[in-house]
């Protein structure tokens, strides 16, 4: 259905069913390396916001993890807890207030992370290949403005998107293992 409630503009069908497929597929993938790390995928989720934050400079409390993941204040700490024990995340007392409990993520954490999906990524990367910049460009809008649509955050640039999920184990600013 289109915004007002009719069916989707033909020239609009094809590229939401596409965006639907692919977004299937990537949910498998997705599930499939988390099986691969024996991680669900609410922990997956999880490491990926502990992630993206590290790399913004913020601290992640569990509170901030469940608001981010819409997870209630216990599940957020049993997946941190699954994190925690699967060394994939580590508790810290913030250096600012001491009553505070920081989560970080681990430099396994991002090791397992590439090890899992830079593969998709480079045979996504692949298929790309064919495609022209301004193909890739109009790809990428039509891409952030369907995320948008949903209630997704528009990056003000790439370094902001899915790959700022993985950042260089030197940069991501978590703990050591």
Known sequence: MSASGGPLPPRHQAVVGALRAFSERSDQAADDAGRGLGLGR???RAL???MRRA???EETTVTDLGRGL???KPAATAAVDRLVASGHAVRRRSEADRRRVIVDHTDSAVADGRAAFLPLAARISGALDDFSDEDLDA???VIVAATVALGG???SSPAEGPAA???APAAHGG???
């Open 139 to 141: 790809a990428l809008r």
């Open 42 to 44: 609410t922990d997956l």
């Open 70 to 72: 819409h997870l209630s």
């Open 55 to 57: 790399a913004a400079g």
């Open 175 to 177: 703990s050591r293992p």
């Open 165 to 167: 999920t993985l950042p």
């Open 48 to 50: 990926a916001v502990l």
């Open 153 to 155: 955050d528009r990056p």
